[in-house]
């Protein structure tokens, strides 16, 4: 009875502090009705915990509790900005993970047993690999990401424009540089990003300043204005109308209609269940009841995807397919996929390049997942929390 009076006593004094707050800031009760039941941030870890607990194991519980906690960033370096923020990002206590000296002195130790070797991967699936060496791959000295240490969770103040307007640093997701390393871009290559908005590993290419060609294409409308904005935020206007760089907004899945066989590299960075957002964000979220069939044709649209990806590489050239989610049907089943129907399909023979050079680099920034069949996979951890980032490279022979 206590109790009961308690409450009531309780809510007639919110009642009366209802009252004292204005009309117009007070929140509307109709709002509460429309909310649903299992919002979409639910609905993906209901569905997260089901997959990801057969799918990783022992592993899941500390991955969960990392998607679940504030994410890391990075702070892409802008080479064409004038503004000197390296210094000033050093001494808040920052490192370039690119250049750091973890992953120099794996260099140079690789470089006396003289296992490096003129080309930049290794080509082979993983138990092929056997005992081999690993080549080291060679990594553009311009693209420079900063990171806090590990266990550090400072976030980034916000980048500050140059004289010419142009912002200094990009942020974001550290392990989606790896992507963009992988490729591997040369001097004078021509590059296709087949889903490219709103942009970041585009501008991460670009700071390569070895593309001979860059082709930026997306599907959606208001991602490309986002990207035409980061563009014009990041790089100089001489530049953009140079003819070095198109934007374009064909489906992706038809690429072959346009043009086959045309590109060095190509990066097929898919949409999928963006597993981070999906846990934290009810807004545009892809595990919304509207959106249920969506979510389940992903893989088809990722695979179609990347078929077109293989078709628009040039004989020799490589291709990257990544994705920003943990699940094995999205990541490793699209990639095995692929490559069987580019085989049968089309008679295009391709390599899988063994990345592990490239995850034994960078093991003092990033957690990478153990023994994957195909591919590597930066795994969200609290100590270092970047990531879901899937990857993988393939080389086109014919
Ligand atoms: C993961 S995001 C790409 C992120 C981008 N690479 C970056 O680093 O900023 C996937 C993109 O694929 C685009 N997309 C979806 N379906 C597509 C299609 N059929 N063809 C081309 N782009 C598509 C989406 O609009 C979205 O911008």
């Given amino acids: 009875m206590a109790l009961f009076l308690d409450t009531r006593f309780l809510l007639r004094k919110l009642k009366d502090l209802r009252c004292l707050t204005p009309k117009r800031t007070r929140v509307k009760d109709k709002w509460a009705a429309t909310r649903p039941k299992y919002p979409p941030t639910r609905l993906a ?3 997260f915990d089901t997959t990801y607990k057969v799918q990783l194991g022992q592993l899941w519980p500390s991955v969960r509790v990392a998607m679940l906690s504030e994410k890391k960033y990075g702070a892409l370096l802008n080479n064409f900005s004038q503004s000197d923020v390296l210094l000033d990002l050093q001494a808040q206590g920052c490192r370039d993970f ?5 992953a120099q002195t794996y260099m140079e130790q690789n470089l006396e047993v003289g296992t490096v070797e003129e080309s930049s991967h290794v080509f082979m699936t993983k ?3 056997g005992d081999q060496q690993l080549s080291s791959p060679q990594l553009s000295t311009n693209i420079k990401c900063l990171v806090f240490p590990r266990g550090d969770v400072t976030r980034f103040k916000p980048a ?20 963009c390393l992988a490729l591997d871009v040369q001097d004078g290559h021509t590059v296709l990003d087949l889903c490219g908005a709103p942009g970041g590993k585009a501008l991460t290419l670009l700071q390569t300043q070895s593309i001979r060609f860059l082709c ?3 599907i959606s409308a208001s991602r490309r204005l986002r990207l035409k904005k980061v563009l014009h935020s990041y790089i100089p206007k001489q530049f953009l109308k140079g003819g070095n760089l198109r934007i374009t907004s064909f489906d992706g899945t038809t690429w072959e209609e346009i043009e086959s066989k045309s590109f060095d590299r190509v990066l097929v960075d898919v949409p999928c269940t963006t597993d981070r957002h999906s846990l934290m964000e009810d807004d545009n979220n892809i595990f919304s009841k509207n959106r249920v069939s969506e979510r389940r044709r992903l893989p088809q649209l990722q695979l179609a995807l990347l078929l077109a990806g293989i078709q628009a590489a040039c004989p020799g050239g490589e291709i990257v397919y990544s994705t920003c989610t943990l699940s094995q049907s999205q990541n490793q089943s699209v990639v095995e996929q692929a490559i069987y129907q580019a085989r049968e399909d089309y008679s295009i023979r391709l390599e899988v390049a063994d990345l592990r050079p490239l995850t034994q680099m960078f093991r003092n920034t990033f957690h990478f997942a153990p023994d994957l069949s195909l591919g590597e996979m930066v795994i969200p951890h609290l100590a270092a929390n970047f990531g879901p980032i899937y990857m993988c490279k393939l080389k086109r022979l014919a």
């Fill in 45 to 47: 870890l209901h569905y």
């Fill in 98 to 102: 690119i250049t750091t000296r973890d």
């Fill in 127 to 129: 138990s092929d690999a």
């Fill in 160 to 179: 500050r424009p140059d004289i010419h307007g142009l912002l200094g640093y990009y942020l974001m997701d550290a392990a989606s540089v790896l992507p």
């Fill in 216 to 218: 930026v294409n997306d």
